[in-house]
């Protein structure tokens, strides 16, 4: 499952987000970004978890960090779950909901935690986060958490 799971992400990048450009940002260059801010976690991640960047799917590096929710394969069909949550609908999640749930049915439960938890969250699967790596990691997931709460975005600090 995990062999699959790894195929079919570098294929859906290719395929579904060939519009969509890498970030160009390498393990190293995430670690220049100041402590706390998201841009080191996602330097950290990284290196922690001895993962290279993908190019395309970098934004989903970051939902498991906003989530807190871990890289094994059932946890990446849990944040699936999330996303669907969270309001996301894509034939790629849809599969991997399928797939997942008859392939690992004892995990059922953490797939409907992650889902509500996904509901419970600001909307935030269709965010570019490049525009975010210098902000503290613990405001942006505050704000996610949070929906009395708004993420602020100033256009000039964000290049828009």
């Known amino acids: 499952m995990l062999f699959l799971y790894n195929w079919s992400s570098r294929l859906y990048a ?10 160009g940002i390498s393990k190293q260059d995430f670690l220049n970004y100041p402590q706390g801010s998201l841009g080191y976690a996602m330097g950290m991640f990284y290196q922690e978890k001895g993962f290279d960047v993908m190019p395309k799917l970098e934004n989903h590096d970051v939902f498991h960090l906003l989530t807190e929710t871990g890289t094994d394969i059932s946890d990446e069909i849990a944040m699936q779950y999330l996303l669907f949550g969270n309001g996301k609908i894509s034939l790629y999640l849809i599969a991997m909901l399928f797939i997942g749930t008859l392939i690992f049915p004892e995990h059922s439960q953490y797939y409907w935690s992650s889902y509500r938890k996904g509901k419970s969250m600001h909307k935030f699967y269709h965010i570019e986060f ?18 009395q709460l708004t993420l602020q975005v100033n256009p000039l600090k964000h290049g828009k």
Not at 136 to 145: A, P, W
């Open 130 to 147: 490049k525009e975010f790596l210098s902000e503290s990691i613990i405001e942006l997931q505050n704000t996610f958490y949070n929906k």
């Open 14 to 23: 290719e395929l579904f987000k060939g519009y969509k450009a890498a970030w």
